[in-house]
């Protein structure tokens, strides 16, 4: 067997194998990226459809939100050093929830008249891609598709999540860093230690900043 293999007719027959092999093994890779793909958008879509419903007419406007879209109407070089103000006294520890805001209002916000409800649509673009991303994630964590597709549904439908949703809120920022912290924590392979580190403990940081209890997910995910 192993002489045959050096010989010319052996070996002609494993060239000639070759093209079969390299074309069905192309062939199921693009059939996997191509169904992560349509999963992704098609959650895309829902989760952003589900954030959004009217949410001309039943954006909550109260004294939280008139501030912080204040600060977004604002030049990038004024807006505040420092988080939104906690229910407890002080500030949340970084300033990336009005930076968020801030570009929000200048991609977004023109096609609304810069209107408050544009920084809900925005969050809401953010917080339903990162719920496609998490998907992703728990697809490559080898779960089978119907399941990854009714834990994130039930995730993303859940009363909680519509509590965050069309709205100008710090925490719905947060939830979106959590979520991506975590699809990275998945996705990213042990072997990528350094990189795993850096992504994630980025994306936990972030959250942290747009809501200080995230304190605790981020200790917890990466101890």
């Not at 204040?70 to 990336?96: D, H, M």
Request: glycine fraction near 8%; hydrophobic fraction near 50%.
């Amino acid at each position: 067997m192993g002489e045959q293999l050096f010989t010319r007719n052996g070996l002609m027959r494993g060239i000639s194998l070759l093209p079969s092999y390299n074309l069905a093994s192309l062939s199921k890779i693009r059939s996997k990226v191509l169904i992560a793909s349509i999963l992704f958008l098609s959650l895309c879509l829902y989760s952003f459809y589900f954030r959004t419903f009217q949410v001309t007419e039943h954006f909550h406007l109260l004294g939280d939100q008139v501030r912080d879209w204040n600060w977004a109407l604002k030049p990038f070089s004024e807006l505040p050093r420092v988080g939104t103000p906690t229910s407890q006294g002080g500030y949340c520890l970084g300033p990336i929830f009005y930076w968020t805001l801030w570009f929000i209002r200048i991609t977004i916000g023109p096609f609304f008249e810069n209107l408050p409800h544009a920084g809900g649509i925005g969050l809401a673009v953010i917080h339903s891609i990162a719920d496609g991303i998490l998907l992703l994630a728990i697809l490559k964590r080898g779960i089978p598709i119907i399941a990854s597709i009714a834990i994130t549904l039930l995730f993303v439908s859940s009363a909680f999540e519509a509590s965050l949703s069309g709205t100008i809120w710090n925490p719905g920022l947060s939830v979106s860093f959590v979520e991506l912290a975590t699809a990275f924590f998945l996705m990213i392979p042990n072997s990528h230690w350094v990189l795993k580190t850096l992504v994630t403990s980025t994306a936990a940081w972030l959250a942290v900043q747009s809501h200080t209890q995230a304190i605790f997910f981020a200790l917890s995910l990466l101890v």
